[in-house]
């Protein structure tokens, strides 16, 4: 059966105890709010199918909410007498693949679960053809189970979820213990933590993705293309994580600093995406690579090559070396110290490069134009 138009068809399961438990423990809230998760599915499209998977004997006052929202609760018994059994994964997972096969008209799945287990449902329904859209706490999400998803979305990130005041933090290990998953795996909350340094800044993010966009399209760039692109390298980018309430407010942000440029593309609310001519001054950008490098020999010696683009781009988030044809960024300090600007003499203790700036003033930005 043919879409009468491009309208998303969503079908919304829900591990429910998975997330009840986990906004209980990790939140600190008194209950799971189903009306979130509702408002965020109704922005992607149609929900048409709505099940939720538990021992309601133990959810009741979740039970009478959900009914409200027009959920089917499928019943799944968790103890065989003194034996507690976990059947809904494999429920859960059964039902899902089967009306992927009955409902051809349904083009996105919605797994509301941080649990890995559900991976390999995850990559069958990608493999099916159909999108798929993760929910979960992330305290309580494994690490493995966000980067399968073509979206996941966090329960506490979601307009309209009212969190209780967060705990006194005492230190870093101040983040409540996950209670779920229970294996050994990390957990999102834990795997940002360990990550080694920041965030990566927000204007090289876009950047680079548009840089290799414009590459490989040849051609404009819009700015939903550039949002898929995102979220593509990174399920769980939102905007709303960087304090913006759009895609596009936060465009107009990068805008204003120069980084990117805007303009009216062929549908409206979809401008094109591109970089201001500035940014494509290939001086500059040498520019910018000498100045990083004498600031850096200043404070601590020479640096070496490795890391240095790094830190060109704390200063010139827009730099992508390959919009000026270079191959690498090795390529592109070489055509500088050709010009005269850096010296490049290899380490052999470190195996990497160790990057001077020209000693020459007479070889100095200015007289690197002539």
């Not at 859960?92 to 096969?101: H, N, Q, R, S």
């Not at 929910?135 to 969190?163: H, K, N, Q, W």
């Not at 005269?340 to 003033?361: F, H, K, T």
């Amino acid at each position: 059966m043919e879409l009468e138009n491009d309208e998303e068809r969503i079908a919304l399961f829900l591990d429910y105890e998975n997330l009840a438990i986990g906004a209980r423990e990790q939140l600190r809230v008194g209950g799971l709010d189903f009306r979130p998760i509702a408002d965020a599915l109704a922005e992607r499209g149609r929900v048409v199918v709505r099940r939720a998977y538990a021992d309601w004997s133990r959810f009741d006052d979740d039970r009478r909410m959900l009914t409200r929202h027009h959920v089917e609760l499928i019943e799944i018994p968790q103890r065989m007498g003194s034996v507690r059994k976990n059947a809904a994964d494999i429920k859960m997972a059964v039902d899902a693949i089967e009306l992927c096969f009955e409902r051809g008209y349904i083009t996105t799945f919605v797994l509301g679960t941080g649990d890995s287990d559900f991976t390999p449902l995850v990559h069958k329904l990608r493999e099916l053809n159909r999108r798929v859209i993760g929910i979960g706490v992330e305290a309580s999400t494994s690490a493995l189970l966000p980067p399968a998803c073509d979206e996941f979305l966090f329960y506490e990130r979601l307009e309209g979820v009212e969190l209780a005041a967060p705990a006194r933090r005492t230190g870093r290990s101040a983040r409540v213990k996950p209670v779920a998953p229970t294996s050994d795996e990390p957990t999102v909350a834990e795997a940002r933590d360990a990550g080694p340094g920041e965030e990566a800044d927000l204007g090289v993010l876009v950047t680079q993705t548009l840089s290799g966009l414009e590459r490989n399209s040849g051609g404009p760039v819009l700015a939903s293309q550039l949002k898929r692109a995102l979220l593509r390298k990174d399920p769980t980018f939102s905007e709303t994580s960087y304090g913006f309430r759009s895609f596009g407010e936060l465009l107009r942000h990068l805008e204003e600093r120069s980084v990117v440029e805007l303009t009216v593309g062929s549908a409206k609310g979809d401008p094109e995406v591109g970089f201001r001519e500035a940014a494509n001054d290939e001086q500059q950008a040498f520019d910018a690579l000498r100045t990083v490098v004498e600031r850096l020999a200043g404070k601590s010696g020479p640096p070496h090559l490795s890391g240095l683009k790094t830190q060109l781009r704390k200063l010139d988030p827009s730099f992508s070396e390959k919009r000026f044809g270079y191959g690498g960024f090795l390529q592109f300090c070489k055509a500088a110290r050709a010009k005269g600007l850096i010296e490049m003499e290899w380490d052999a203790d470190a195996d990497d490069y160790l990057v001077r700036p020209s000693p020459s003033e007479g070889a100095s930005i200015a007289g690197a134009r002539g």
